[in-house]
């Protein structure tokens, strides 16, 4: 083959990678694990100002979380994102455990300068964790958003994201960013915490749905719990990974999916989940044996990692 053919033949099979990849929109749920800004903080609840609960994600905290750490943090996080994205980057990004919008502005420069934006609300959670939503402004545009509360008095929990947007291959879209209340306390005891969570959101599908019934809808985020079919109008696409015993966080040796998609019956037949659980993001479990994410901390002993979840990845298949 001489260079000129041998030129033609990477120039076609980069237009047909492009042409596919045109075809598609890639959306990614990532719990990122503490993604906190190194500066001591407060949130504004009800027009009153509430000091967080982040001093442990300080210089001057018992982890000693500096600058320097916290730049590795967002570069590895983007790492991750450009891994599963490839050459043309994911679409949609619904993260969970960000402190503020200078994380997630951070982490939208670290990916692709300028090719990014974001939505973000500061949300009453304790600990000043809050969702947002990352999103490509080359084929994405937003039309509206706004954040749900959910009353769990009282405690105080994440609210859930709404945004409303245009795609280049879909109509409208309606996103729900969620990370649900925990299992502190138990499982049981705390359940009660994600069905009030889990009844705002089916109160903001139902008021979808009963306008335009062929709405297109993505759920995503950690629930918190097992896969069930617990949102009527919308399939959990993670149940059939939760039978085969896959899950995208370990705890105590047991593999849960926690994080998860749910969508409408518009979007089930065109798309496909994948767990990315790519070995370079994991390490050892010395106790459990096997493989499971690595964190940033092990203990309080930093190791440079990413996570201790596993990105979830939603591929929606378009034709002409």
Same mark, same amino acid.
């Given at each position: 083959?001489?260079t000129?053919?041998?030129?033609? +033949?990477?120039?076609?099979?980069?237009?047909?990678?492009?042409? @596919?990849y %045109?075809?598609?929109?890639r !959306? !990614?749920?990532y719990?990122?694990?503490?993604?906190?800004?190194?500066?001591h903080?407060?949130? %504004?609840? *009800?027009?009153?100002?509430?000091?967080? *609960?982040?001093?442990?994600?300080?210089?001057?905290?018992?982890?000693?979380?500096?600058?320097?750490?916290?730049?590795? =943090?967002?570069?590895?996080?983007?790492? !991750?994102?450009?891994?599963?994205?490839? #050459?043309?980057?994911?679409? @949609?990004?619904?993260?969970?455990?960000?402190?503020?919008?200078?994380?997630?502005?951070?982490?939208?420069?670290?990916?692709?300068?300028?090719?990014?934006?974001?939505?973000? &609300?500061e949300?009453?959670?304790?600990?000043?964790?809050?969702? %947002?939503?990352?999103?490509?402004?080359?084929?994405? *545009?937003?039309?509206?958003?706004?954040?749900?509360?959910?009353?769990? @008095?009282?405690?105080?929990?994440?609210d859930?994201? &709404?945004?409303?947007?245009?795609?280049?291959?879909?109509?409208?879209? +309606?996103?729900?960013?969620? +990370?649900?209340?925990?299992?502190?306390?138990?499982?049981?005891?705390?359940? #009660?915490?994600?069905?009030?969570?889990?009844?705002?959101?089916?109160?903001?599908?139902?008021?979808?749905?009963?306008?335009?019934?062929?709405?297109?809808?993505?759920?995503?985020?950690?629930?918190?719990?097992?896969?069930?079919?617990?949102?009527?109008?919308?399939?959990?696409?993670?149940?059939?990974?939760?039978?085969?015993?896959?899950?995208?966080? =370990?705890?105590h040796?047991?593999?849960?999916?926690l *994080?998860?998609?749910?969508?409408?019956a518009?979007?089930?037949?065109?798309?496909d989940?994948?767990?990315?659980? %790519?070995? #370079?993001?994991?390490?050892?479990?010395?106790?459990y044996?096997?493989?499971?994410? =690595?964190?940033?901390?092990?203990?309080?002993? &930093?190791?440079?990692?990413?996570?201790? +979840?596993?990105?979830?990845?939603?591929?929606?298949?378009?034709?002409?």
């Amino acid at each position: 083959m001489n260079t000129t053919t041998h030129i033609l +033949h990477i120039l076609i099979l980069c237009f047909i990678g492009i042409n @596919a990849y %045109a075809q598609s929109i890639r !959306v !990614v749920s990532y719990n990122v694990e503490n993604l906190f800004y190194p500066k001591h903080d407060s949130v %504004a609840v *009800d027009s009153v100002w509430i000091e967080k *609960d982040d001093i442990e994600w300080t210089p001057e905290g018992e982890r000693r979380w500096s600058y320097t750490r916290y730049y590795k =943090k967002v570069d590895n996080i983007a790492r !991750v994102l450009t891994n599963i994205g490839g #050459w043309e980057g994911v679409d @949609a990004i619904g993260l969970q455990e960000v402190e503020n919008a200078k994380c997630v502005k951070r982490l939208c420069y670290t990916l692709r300068k300028n090719e990014y934006d974001f939505v973000h &609300y500061e949300s009453p959670d304790k600990r000043g964790i809050d969702v %947002a939503f990352i999103y490509k402004k080359a084929r994405i *545009d937003t039309i509206r958003t706004r954040c749900l509360t959910v009353d769990i @008095a009282p405690e105080t929990t994440r609210d859930i994201l &709404y945004v409303c947007a245009q795609t280049d291959k879909l109509d409208t879209v +309606h996103f729900f960013v969620c +990370h649900m209340p925990s299992q502190r306390g138990g499982a049981a005891e705390s359940e #009660w915490k994600r069905r009030a969570a889990k009844s705002v959101l089916q109160q903001a599908v139902d008021s979808i749905l009963s306008v335009q019934p062929e709405a297109e809808i993505i759920v995503m985020g950690d629930m918190n719990s097992a896969p069930k079919e617990d949102l009527k109008g919308l399939k959990n696409r993670m149940l059939e990974f939760s039978k085969r015993g896959i899950g995208t966080h =370990k705890y105590h040796g047991q593999w849960t999916c926690l *994080d998860q998609f749910y969508t409408s019956a518009t979007l089930d037949s065109i798309s496909d989940v994948q767990i990315y659980e %790519a070995e #370079w993001i994991q390490e050892t479990d010395e106790k459990y044996l096997g493989l499971r994410p =690595k964190r940033t901390y092990n203990g309080f002993r &930093y190791q440079n990692g990413f996570s201790d +979840h596993f990105p979830i990845v939603l591929k929606i298949n378009m034709k002409d």
